[in-house]
């Protein structure tokens, strides 16, 4: 494999592009016991339309979620969990907007597990009993986020902000659109997206990372599969969708979520550029140390609950802010005159560098998380960029970029609020 050193962070990186086209990457932290692997795909739950085999596949909404929960089946009724507790290692998965993640963690039996972790990733096995079984579970699953105050106000604020694209529509999908999912979709989803060159391998710990390649193509093979052509027929105006949503539920206090609507950001070197200046503005404007947040906070508007970034998935991109507050108008009113200050005025060199120094230290501290490193490495790099080359794009970004990025952003046309309030007595 191909060694890669970053002497600013202290890190190096085995990467391998096998035959088959796996992408295997190794982050070796010498004298650690754990071991931690991830197989990710690039197929998440925006990605409901492809092309597979020449034909035109349009899958329900919540489809990648379910196919995740049917990757623990194998054949034979064998209980991958159990398997896997057997040989002393952990395992779990998710599915976001974008992606799918499979994970094992352990301290002994890694190639054993890791060799596992490939298998049942690798094996799609569905039937007809099993997949109405499943439909049930998940229903439940999606009752249980319905009545979670923290999913519905991030729920209802992506349905305000967005027309067109599928982060309007909840990841788990709907209890209809569950309902019209079947095998054959399912194995339609798995040939399309679970095939090598769709996918990453990375592991972070103390292990061979030749061995970890050759352990892959041992279960994977040598030969290249094609790959599902994702459909995205995603094109948003910069404006808001809708009204403000606004909710009750049974909260304490009122929670809100603020978001505005970005550009989307593309892929490789100019994509990680555009999340830096995001990562800077919500620096400028929700770090503890910015003068909005001073200012809110004295005022009583906000509490410690307050916090805010810049996210991305595949086609579109957005600045959010959340917490709890019994003003949410407010607290909208003081970023939008904050936003608007800065883009007229822009930031002296002084307050740029230390907003600079304290996104970057937040991500160089990530790096100490095993689970961060190997998450971060898959997701950037199915974005095309190499994950540990962060720090030259933090130093390579101006103040006007900043400037720039807040003026078009941070506008009321371009922003929802959604809250949720407690139920009237």
């Given at each position: 494999m191909k060694k890669y050193e970053y002497p600013e962070l202290g890190e190096v990186l085995y990467k391998e592009r096998l035959a088959n086209g796996l992408t295997v990457a190794v982050v070796p932290r010498p004298g650690f016991t754990k071991k931690?692997?991830?197989?990710?795909?690039d197929?998440?739950?925006?990605?409901?339309?492809?092309?597979?085999?020449?034909?035109e596949v349009h899958a329900p909404a919540g489809i990648a979620h379910f196919l995740e929960h049917k990757m623990f089946d194998l054949p034979g009724d064998r209980d991958v969990s159990a398997e896997l507790a057997a040989l002393g290692a952990g395992t779990n998965a998710f599915t976001s907007y974008d992606m799918t993640a499979y994970y094992i963690s352990c301290t002994e039996n890694f190639e054993a597990a890791l060799r596992l972790l490939i298998e049942f990733v690798s094996t799609p096995y569905f039937t007809e009993e099993s997949v109405a079984k499943e439909i049930g579970i998940i229903d439940q699953e999606i009752g249980m986020n319905e009545d979670a105050p923290d999913s519905r106000v991030f729920e209802n604020l992506v349905r305000c902000l967005?027309?067109?694209?599928?982060?309007?529509?909840?990841?788990?999908?709907?209890?209809?659109?569950?309902?019209?999912?079947?095998?054959?979709?399912l194995y339609d989803c798995h040939r399309a997206f679970y095939t090598p060159g769709n996918m990453i391998l990375c592991v972070v710990g103390d292990v061979d990372?030749?061995?970890?390649?050759?352990?892959a193509e041992e279960m994977l093979g040598s030969g290249e599969k094609s790959v599902g052509v994702k459909l995205r027929p995603w094109v948003e105006a910069m404006d808001a969708a809708g009204e403000d949503p606004t909710e009750r539920m049974e909260v304490a206090m009122p929670t809100f979520q603020l978001g505005f609507k970005c550009?989307?950001?593309?892929?490789?070197?100019?994509?990680?550029?555009?999340?830096?200046?995001?990562?800077?503005?919500?620096?400028?404007?929700?770090?503890?140390?910015?003068?909005?947040?001073?200012?809110?906070?004295?005022?009583?508007?906000?509490?410690?609950?307050?916090?805010?970034?810049?996210?991305?998935?595949?086609?579109?991109?957005?600045?959010?802010?959340?917490g709890d507050s019994d003003d949410a108008e407010a607290v909208r009113s003081a970023i939008l005159e904050s936003g608007g200050k800065i883009a007229r005025e822009g930031v002296s060199e002084q307050d740029f560098l230390r907003m600079k120094r304290s996104a970057l230290g937040r991500r160089i501290r990530d790096l100490d998380s095993f689970d961060s490193t190997c998450f971060r490495v898959c997701a950037y790099h199915l974005s095309d960029f190499d994950y540990f080359r962060f720090p030259a794009v933090y130093?390579?970004?101006?103040?006007?970029?900043?400037?720039?990025?807040?003026?078009?952003?941070?506008r009321p046309e371009r922003c929802c609020l959604s809250v949720i309030e407690p139920k009237e007595e």
């Open positions: 931690l692997a991830y197989l990710v795909t197929f998440g739950s925006v990605h409901t339309d492809f092309t597979l085999e020449g034909r967005y027309r067109e694209h599928l982060i309007r529509v909840p990841i788990l999908g709907t209890s209809d659109t569950i309902r019209q999912i079947t095998p054959a979709l990372p030749d061995r970890v390649a050759r352990i550009e989307p950001s593309g892929r490789g070197v100019e994509a990680i550029r555009q999340e830096v200046i995001g990562d800077l503005a919500a620096e400028a404007l929700f770090g503890e140390s910015s003068e909005t947040y001073l200012r809110l906070y004295e005022e009583g508007l906000i509490d410690s609950s307050f916090g805010g970034g810049f996210e991305t998935i595949d086609g579109m991109a957005m600045l959010l802010c959340s130093q390579d970004v101006k103040a006007e970029e900043l400037r720039e990025f807040l003026g078009r952003v941070v």
